[in-house]
């Protein structure tokens, strides 16, 4: 309870930095781009530069304390370490008014949040698979670097041109192996693959149901009934639910995947 009231008081004595404010003499606020476990994400223009970059501030409760302020210097170091056009470009960082900060490549395009639920998007089957498909080649080139990303979700990935975009290593930790790394009550949060894989599970069914009509009257049933998908969609699924015998990496769920869309 009282963690509770801290986070709440902390998140009301917050300010957000206002648009057309300038950022260490040198980053010039556009608009706030949205907030995440760690950071305020804001586009702003490089007054050096001369381009647009995404600015992430350390939020005030994490601010306060030291593994929060430890947890968004490993975010930046992640981010930092990763040299793949499927995540964004991680720049310079710095410090505001005793707020830490640090910038990257501002991809262009729209999340699957906003696709599915703004712009009203629908996706077959085999089209939702396609993109699952690229998203797991990034999820791949992560475990490769022992990396799990844990917070595989429609706002985190986007939609960038031709390609898919990973976004927010906020919550990224690497895979030690010597350990069980079991989280109670939330598979996704579970420092091993099958934590990303259990998130690509989740994401394919957002994709899935958009193409879903919910009847009037009708009583909430399974995702495996409600949805007119083939039997091998349904079993690459639940592997990934963990609902039949997981995954244990990313080839496996490759090879499955190629039988469906045809690779």
Known sequence: MFKRISLVTANMLERRFQQNEIIAERYRIINHLGVGSYGNSYLVFDQVSQQQK?????????????????????????????????????????IYNSIPFYTMEYMEGKNFEQLIFQDGQKYT????????????ELISYLHEQQLIHRDIRIP????????????????????????????????????????????LGHFLLFLLYSNYSFPKDQKESSWEEELEISDQAKHIISR????????????????????LIGK
């Open 54 to 94: 995404v600015l992430k501030a350390l939020r005030i409760h994490k601010r306060i304390k030291k593994s929060g302020k430890k947890g968004f210097e490993l975010e930046k170091n992640i981010l930092k370490s990763l040299k793949h056009p499927g995540f964004p470009q991680y720049y310079e960082d710095g």
């Open 125 to 136: 089957e085999i089209a939702a698979f396609v993109i699952a498909y690229e998203l797991l």
């Open 156 to 199: 985190n990935v986007i939609a960038s041109d031709s390609r898919i975009v990973l976004i927010d290593v906020g919550l990224t930790r690497k895979c030690d192996h010597d350990k069980e790394n079991i989280t109670k009550g939330n598979l996704r949060k579970e420092v091993n693959p099958q934590a990303d894989f259990y998130g």
């Open 240 to 259: 990934l639910l963990q609902i039949e015998d997981c995954y244990e990496n990313c080839v496996q769920i490759k090879s499955d995947m190629k039988i």
